[in-house]
């Protein structure tokens, strides 16, 4: 369910004439016992409030005093979100005659024409203080104040977001909560500005405009809507042939980002969590190898030392604006896919209950959900969207994985070949497609329940340079595509080296012939740069490969030098 909670502005919307009509008070029932929170956004007192609409029970909170106040009607717990009015403001109001007068928890009110008095007081007293209008209405609120707001503290307080709320109202002092919504609908009778800004715009006027929302959403959840909702999407890049913006959309879509090493799969995946984050999107990243330690706006669980705690990271999750990162290193690469699998179902119900995270990304998916899920008997979730998957064998991914996908995204030299793995892996005839060779910085997408041909695309670079997990290549475990093998010239070594330091361990140890082979055929630089993803690194590498009559001993001791240098190695 994507809309978890309902935003209700009163007068106008609910109400006609001050009051609600026994058919909206049905549909009221009938959307709080769908399981979705209702809560109520209005610029009334509590007690004008209370003695209007005594059904308030129907509500989980309710936002008060345009914003000011929020009240929890099974409790009857009151709280202030801003400070009280000043005595000196209020006295100097009625000293001007400005009547009527009503005094709230925080908010102080008039009619028309009185707001130029109003206006006059807050100069000449020099408060900081914004006056707000609504149909006649004259608010005064605590500078920064407004229905938003209120909704943004009610969200907080039951745990959801403000993604997963629709609001609905009438009146100018609607536009800001309605914008903070996911999805904003406008009753029949509402403002002309509003109804232009809103997603939807109800035929019924009034409560029967509500009805109809609540109908709606009960039926579909407001699907139709979805394409109506581009203003969430999400930045993908700039279409080569056309020249124009590719998104993808924020809700139920899920990607493959596929490619050989070193293709730009961390860029792109950098870049769409950016603009996930810009626009308030929780995310959760499932991260194998350290890659994502020193991402912006998350907060990382587990180490190379440390297993993730499952109830902290869950905990963080609850926290409706905290991204994390699961870092898996301090797992055998045996342990992560059963990891994966059982904190798996724990999102998922998280997501049932609160919407969040929004998105689950999922670094090395044929490490955590291998094809052999199928004999072990592990299972996903029949609904699995949201997620972005990284990996460089969409062959080797569980097909019941790559089955709830809905795009893939091919990077690297033969993105033709990578979605023909793709499409094959789901028992799916492959688009037809001409032989691509990518340059630096493109990709192709292809949408596969579409009827569109791939689309070549240049992928939007993202706005921060993303910082490699420098911890994992020192002493980390690479997974096996991505360790170094010293086999020699005639193959008959086979030694591992998973990390830079079992590299410098082995480099010592094999003999002069063994090195030298590996050195003269470009191999260090070539792991530095694909594996590693050090293009410093493999730069340097390639100059000491290029000196001639080099030693072993010298060589050895320059590359050496070179990764100590940018690595901080254990002691």
């Given at each position: 369910m994507r809309y978890l909670a309902i935003a209700f502005d009163y007068d106008g919307t609910l109400a006609t004439d001050g009051r609600v009509d026994d058919q909206t008070i049905d549909a009221l029932e009938r959307a709080k016992a769908s399981g979705r929170k209702l809560i109520l956004v209005t610029g009334r007192h509590l007690e004008d409030l209370l003695e209007s609409f005594p059904r308030i029970d129907l509500f989980d909170l309710t936002v008060l005093e345009n914003g000011a106040l929020l009240y929890r009607p099974a409790t009857r717990e009151e709280r202030p979100l801003g400070d009280r009015p000043s005595e000196a403001f209020v006295q100097a109001l009625r000293d001007r005659q400005v009547d009527p007068l009503a005094i709230?928890?925080?908010?102080?009110?008039?009619?028309?024409?009185?707001?130029?008095?109003?206006?006059?007081?807050?100069?000449?007293?020099?408060?900081?203080?914004?006056?707000?209008?609504n149909k006649g209405a004259v608010m005064v609120l605590p500078s920064g104040m407004n229905k938003a707001t209120g909704l943004q503290a009610?969200?907080?307080?039951?745990?959801?977001?403000?993604?997963?709320?629709?609001?609905?109202?009438d009146a100018e002092n609607d536009h800001a909560f309605l914008n903070w919504c996911e999805c904003s609908v406008a009753v029949a009778n509402a403002l002309p500005t509003l109804k232009e800004k809103a997603d939807w715009v109800t035929t019924g006027a009034r409560g029967a405009g509500v009805v109809e929302l609540i109908d709606r959403l009960i039926a579909c959840d407001l699907s139709e809507l979805d394409d109506q909702l581009e203003r969430h999407n999400i930045l993908l890049g700039t279409t080569i042939e056309q020249n124009t913006p590719l998104y993808m959309k924020p809700y139920r879509e899920s990607i493959l980002l596929a490619g050989t090493s070193g293709s730009g799969k961390s860029?792109?995946?950098?870049?769409?969590?950016?603009?996930?984050?810009?626009?308030?999107y929780q995310f959760c990243i499932i991260d194998p190898e350290g890659d994502y330690e020193n991402l912006s706006g998350a907060v990382m669980v587990g180490d190379?030392?440390?297993?993730?705690?499952e109830k902290e990271l869950l905990s963080l999750l609850h926290q409706s604006g905290q991204n994390v990162v699961v870092n898996l290193l301090r797992l055998a690469l045996d342990q992560r896919p059963a990891f994966f699998t059982k904190l798996l179902p724990q999102l998922q119900e998280l997501r049932v209950k609160t919407g969040r995270p929004h998105w689950l990304i999922v670094d090395e998916a044929h490490h955590l959900m291998p094809t052999s899920w199928q004999q072990t008997g592990l299972a996903l979730p029949q609904e699995l969207d949201r997620m972005i998957f990284i990996t460089v064998h969409p062959d080797h991914v569980s097909p019941a994985a790559l089955s709830s996908l809905t795009a893939i995204v091919a990077l690297g030299e033969t993105p033709d070949q990578t979605i023909q793995s793709f499409a094959g892996a789901i028992n799916q005839p492959a688009p037809e497609m001409p032989a691509l060779t990518l340059k630096s910085g493109?990709?192709?997408?292809?949408?596969?329940?579409?009827?569109?041909?791939?689309?070549?695309?240049?992928?939007?670079?993202?706005?921060?340079?993303?910082?490699?997990?420098?911890?994992?290549?020192a002493e980390g475990e690479l997974g096996d595509d991505k360790c170094f093998y010293f086999r020699g010239k005639d193959g008959k070594l086979n030694l591992r080296a998973q990390n830079l330091v079992l590299f410098m361990q082995l480099a010592e140890g094999v003999d002069d012939e063994t090195w030298l082979y590996h050195l003269q055929q470009g191999d260090y630089s070539n792991w530095f740069r694909v594996a590693i993803k050090d293009e410093g690194l493999a730069a340097e590498a390639e100059y000491i490969e290029g000196l001639s009559d080099v030693s072993p001993e010298k060589s050895r001791a320059l590359i050496k030098a070179?990764?100590?240098?940018?690595?901080?190695?254990p002691i």
């Open positions: 709230g928890r925080v908010i102080v009110a008039t009619w028309h024409p009185h707001e130029t008095t109003v206006m006059e007081v807050i100069r000449d007293l020099g408060l900081e203080l914004q006056v707000i209008f009610a969200l907080e307080e039951l745990g959801l977001s403000a993604h997963n709320t629709v609001g609905v109202g860029t792109l995946a950098t870049e769409i969590l950016e603009r996930l984050s810009e626009q308030g190379a030392r440390q297993v993730p705690n493109e990709a192709l997408a292809w949408f596969r329940h579409t009827e569109l041909a791939p689309i070549h695309f240049c992928v939007a670079p993202p706005q921060t340079e993303h910082h490699r997990h420098r911890r994992l290549y070179e990764i100590e240098q940018r690595y901080t190695l």
